[in-house]
């Protein structure tokens, strides 16, 4: 066991169920229920969809699922924010600068980086995530080589960004979700920062089920009787307007009465007024557990993903996943274990969903292959040793040191 505590550092904690946020509960969660105290510092904002400088919580400090949480309020610069949004939808090219700006204006908190220093340098392992929020370069540029980092890299603008450099340099340790995210890392920043990244470790992000998940709210009026789902954010980012595309063409070459269900928030217009979609927006987890285990498959054309938590469930709920060839990384989660389809275009789409409609056989046979994997890679104490093991390194280098001196 280890012998420090842990300060988990991410913006939104409780209401909001992004993958980062998801991955940051998980870790807290698991963590304290092997007896490693855990601390959750976010910020008083509610989720991404509302605005990030109100102040939604009292700061202060909360116990959210029975692990401490400190919130602390938000950092009130928009318009230094809105400004660098306005030259990337321009197509302007920035500067440093801007970029520095794009951060610190972004969802920040000036009071959680001051009270932070008081556990720097002390008996806590602090841990920082994700990458792409003002609040996780801020924290570790403060405290450089004392906060880890878990980046949830994708393969975006931001990625490339001088201040992206400069967040690997300072980091204490960087955990990567996937070996394919750690791989476009070491492919851009591998000769600029060196063994930093190189020697970095690939914890993945754990999986599991609740034991007692019966979907109690199992029967639904709008519920199709045949239907592949769609769950996570509706955004544009990740796909879901050419998910929508694919789908129509797909049930109207087939002439098929199976439908698309979505499960999750985001813009609900980017779903059309159709027979083919059935919006159930966010829902209780017993829920999206049932709606997913009576499914055809879960699909994630998303092409920004650093691990794809849902695919993972999925899995575990006995479904095949349909994902995009051009996302490295939910493509060969899927070759690793044989565990889905990846498709390319339109045409591909439609015929991996027919194959797994017209194949009982070969689709629970992928869905099989998939749960042996995640439960052998992705359980929490898979997970989370990982974890333990770097740092109990850091203590025992530490001891060594101070042994010697």
């Not at 605005?51 to 230094?80: C, M, N």
């Not at 920043?189 to 999986?207: A, K, L, W």
Request: aromatic residues 12%; hydrophobic residues 40%; charged residues 25%.
């Amino acid at each position: 066991m280890l012998d420090k505590k842990i300060i988990i550092v991410t913006p939104w904690f409780e209401g909001f169920a992004g993958g980062a946020e998801l991955l940051a509960r998980g870790m807290a969660r698991e963590f304290d229920k092997r007896g490693v105290p855990v601390m959750v510092f976010t910020t008083c904002s509610r989720s991404p969809y509302d605005s990030w400088w109100e102040d939604y919580y009292e700061p202060g400090v909360y116990t959210v699922a029975g692990i401490e949480t400190r919130r602390f309020a938000t950092l009130k610069a928009p318009a230094q924010y809105q400004a660098v949004v306005g030259k990337l939808q321009r197509g302007e090219n920035l500067t440093a600068r801007d970029e520095q700006d794009f951060f610190v204006g972004g969802i920040n908190s000036d009071a959680l980086i001051d009270a932070l220093g008081e556990y720097v340098g002390r008996d806590y392992e602090i841990i920082a995530l994700p990458y792409f929020q003002g609040l996780t370069h801020l924290v570790i540029n403060q405290y450089p080589g004392q906060v880890s980092l878990i980046p949830c890299f994708h393969d975006e603008p931001q990625f490339y960004w001088g201040t992206t450099e400069r967040l690997l340099r300072h980091a204490k340790h960087i955990f990567f979700n996937s070996h394919d995210e750690k791989q476009m890392t070491i492919k851009q920043y591998g000769r600029s920062v060196g063994r930093q990244i190189v020697e970095s470790v690939v914890t993945g992000v754990g999986v599991e089920l609740p034991v007692c998940d019966n979907g109690q709210e199992a029967s639904l009026e709008r519920l199709p009787k045949s239907y592949f789902v769609y769950a996570g954010r509706k955004e544009v980012g990740k796909n879901v307007p050419l998910l929508c595309r694919w789908f129509t063409s797909y049930a109207e070459k087939f002439h098929s009465p199976t439908k698309l269900v979505f499960i999750g928030g985001g813009d609900k217009s980017l779903v059309p007024q159709s027979d083919h979609f059935v919006d159930f927006g966010f829902v209780p987890e017993a829920l999206k557990h049932h709606l997913i285990r009576h499914s055809k498959g879960v699909i994630n054309l998303s092409e920004n993903e650093s691990f794809s938590i849902v695919i993972m469930e999925g899995w575990l709920l006995g479904v095949p996943a349909v994902v995009s060839a051009r996302c490295a990384v939910t493509r060969n989660h899927v070759r690793r274990c044989n565990g889905g389809l990846y498709v390319a275009n339109g045409e591909e789409f439609s015929l991996a969903l027919k194959y797994l409609e017209d194949n009982q056989e070969v689709h629970d046979l992928l869905a099989a292959n998939g749960q042996r994997y995640v439960r052998r890679a992705y359980s929490f104490d898979a997970v989370l040793s990982r974890y333990l093991r770097e740092f109990r390194q850091d203590r025992q280098l530490e001891q060594n040191c101070s042994t010697a001196w």
